[in-house]
């Protein structure tokens, strides 16, 4: 069993839609207690799949999240009166934009340097996260991200078997096929095309592999949308959603709820953050492939992820 180094740490995960703090503390078997969490939509990804290049409005937003985030750590080793390491890892649109230097430099101007992760690295880490409460357990971890839907089969606890990082996330195919809002069958059809025929090849192996086990563990906030959702939760509720079981009834059920509504009408539904409307669409699109695929007729939801991954790759290493 792996050994961590005691003490406080932080992570600060930027996504292609989202930019998120955990800061947490870590004992000898892993994290005990987590002390701080921050979640902020900065849409880091706003049109990169098109153009190639993060916009200056978009990186400037995240750079504000950053700063509201290093204000929170600063109370923290103010609190333990010392420094606390703080890992920071950018992941699909920082991967994709040819101008990721210049963000990478900007961020390191205000003293963070993120971490550009391959897709691998990015599916290892979510793993880790996400397994926490399912040790030695067979289990297949998805996350479906803004930029690129992470997909990860293993026995918890352990190192993944298989994995693989396909450029398919919500923001992406918001944009490259929804060309109108709510989208037409017809570009929904085409976006589920596009998806089975990327990913099908590698959940075929899996399945020759006898690697599709009976537990699929979902990470970020396509799937725990789908709880709030359908609990109606007018405040986001952590604990209620922290292995949930959603069917794939349920999914489809709010795939048809946010599909008929307007963007308008989406940011109002209660469960739903406002800021995560113009995507989710296509994150549920994404979400109920990904379950055909897996032959998966539920899913556990996980709030640990990346984050948590984060903390204890930082904790094991001694960083």
Known sequence: MESFIP???????????????????????????????????CNLGEGVDASGVL?????????????????????????????????????SAARDARNSQEFVDLLASQGIRPLVIPGKKE???????????????????????GGSTEVVAGVAGEDPVLSHSFNIGCRRV??????QDPPSSDQVEHARTWIREQMSKFFARLEEEGMLPARMIAVAGTATTVVSLHKRMKVYDRDQVHHANVTAQMVDQAFTLLSSCSL?????????????????????????????????????????????????DAASAGC
């Open 55 to 91: 916009l200056p409005s978009a990186m400037e937003r995240v750079c504000s999240a950053v700063a509201g985030y290093q204000d929170l750590i600063a109370e923290h080793e103010r609190v333990v009166g010392k420094r606390i390491p703080v890992g920071c890892m950018t992941t």
């Open 264 to 312: 308008e009408e989406r940011r109002n539904l209660p469960g739903l953050d406002p800021g995560r409307a113009p995507v989710i669409v296509a994150g549920m699109v994404i979400l109920q492939e990904v379950m055909s695929l897996a032959r998966a007729q539920s899913y556990t939801v996980s709030e640990s992820d990346i984050l948590q991954g984060m903390i204890l």
């Open 174 to 179: 918001t944009e490259r096929f929804f060309a």
């Open 123 to 145: 599916a290892a880490l979510s793993f880790s996260g996400a397994c926490s409460g399912f040790q030695g357990e067979p289990v297949l971890v998805v996350d479906i991200g």
């Open 7 to 41: 003490g406080r740490y932080a992570a600060i995960d930027i996504g292609t839609v989202t930019c998120r703090l955990l800061v947490a503390d870590v004992d000898s078997g892993g994290i005990s207690s987590e002390l701080e969490h921050g979640y902020k939509i």
